[in-house]
């Protein structure tokens, strides 16, 4: 399934039901096999940002740990509801996080990474945000503006952190505990 249609079930199931379930989704290939994964968020939405970056890295070193070995990686697919804000450029927000914001606007929103084969081998990573705006014009009624956008991805999106755990998760204890010893 290619991220378009996950993002077209996921503005299907919203309108059914009035909401969506945060959920990632994982494409890869293991073995010469495609697999798809998915993983539904109970309680997402953290009081800090890196809270919400620790749950994505710890999901994804667990799911590195359940694999038998490396998998390469089609697609990785964060896909939720969110609040979203804007500012005029060069203006600082009189809040930190969009849910503060009493102008904030409703959206179902997808963070995307993909990996493409480049002609040495090696996978080039994208990362894409789109977004639909939510407009609930009484409290039994849910759609969606027609139009989805594309976003300007500024920095990592929920999926790269998953991808790091994962990354962390093919390391030796002995490799990360290098590792951290450098960092700090």
């Known amino acids: 399934m290619n991220t378009q249609e996950l993002f077209e079930r996921a503005k299907e199931d919203l309108l059914a039901d009035g909401k969506h379930a945060p959920v990632m989704y994982v494409e890869y290939v293991d073995g010469g096999q495609d697999k798809l994964d998915f993983f539904y968020f109970a ?7 890196l809270e919400e970056r620790k749950q994505f890295f710890a999901l994804g070193m ?3 740990r359940e694999q038998n070995g490396h998998v ?16 005029a450029p060069g203006t600082k927000p009189a809040w930190k996080r969009p849910h503060e914001d009493p102008n904030r606007r409703e959206a179902l929103i997808a963070q995307i ?11 080039e990573m994208k990362q894409t945000f ?5 407009v609930r014009p009484s409290p039994d009624v849910v759609d969606l503006v027609s139009d989805l956008s594309e976003a ?9 952190y998953f991808l790091a755990g994962y990354s962390a998760s093919q390391c030796s204890p002995a490799e990360l505990a290098q590792i951290f010893r450098d960092i700090v």
């Open 72 to 87: 390469d990686f089609t697609a990785l697919t964060f896909i939720s509801e969110a609040w979203t804000s804007s500012v």
């Open 62 to 64: 667990k799911w590195g």
């Open 152 to 160: 300007h991805v500024t920095r990592l999106l929920f999926p790269g």
């Open 43 to 49: 309680n997402f939405g953290a009081e800090t940002p």
């Open 113 to 123: 990474v993909t990996f493409m084969p480049t002609p040495d081998g090696r996978q």
């Open 130 to 134: 789109l977004r639909a705006e939510i």
